[in-house]
């Protein structure tokens, strides 16, 4: 099981800032594989799916489900995971009641799960020689100096 360290989100919404912090970051399940035996093209696409956001005891749980899929069918990574969102009763209720305009939150959020996936499965791709799931640049060596 992987767990991250806690990320602390600073929202300011009509000039009220909501200080909350992620917390409690685990993957359940990783799955990697490669379909084809050679790569000649393909094309990255990512996918996110909340499974599941509740509160309890004063904490929003989030589960979600994170899918890389290289395209045209030459591989696909899931990873489903879950974290938890602290801050005050308030914050939590009108977060859960406003999630879907809330896309302030939605964007740390998905930014949060896409770093820390992806970096877990950088070796996870290597070992299956599948192409990064990100793109890197190139260096030339007149870059270099």
């Known amino acids: 099981m992987w767990s991250w360290a806690p990320y602390y989100l600073e929202i300011i ?5 909501i200080m909350g912090r992620f917390t409690d970051h685990t993957v359940r399940r990783v799955e990697c594989k490669r379909t084809v035996d050679e790569i000649s093209d393909f094309r990255l ?26 395209k045209e069918d030459v591989g696909l990574v899931v990873v489903e995971g879950a974290l938890s ?19 302030v939150f939605q964007q740390r959020l998905f930014n949060l799960i896409f770093r820390n996936a992806v970096t877990m499965v950088m070796d996870l791709s290597r070992h299956l020689d599948l ?12 870059q270099l100096e």
């Open 85 to 103: 969102y602290k801050d005050t009763p308030k914050a939590l209720k009108d977060l859960s009641k406003n999630w879907d305009e809330n896309t």
């Open 13 to 17: 919404l009509d000039d009220v800032k």
């Open 131 to 142: 192409p990064a799931p990100i793109f890197f640049p190139e260096i030339r060596p007149d």
């Open 45 to 70: 696409s990512y996918n996110f799916n909340i499974t599941k956001k509740e509160i309890e005891n004063k904490v929003f749980n989030i589960e979600y489900t994170f899918t890389i899929e290289y």
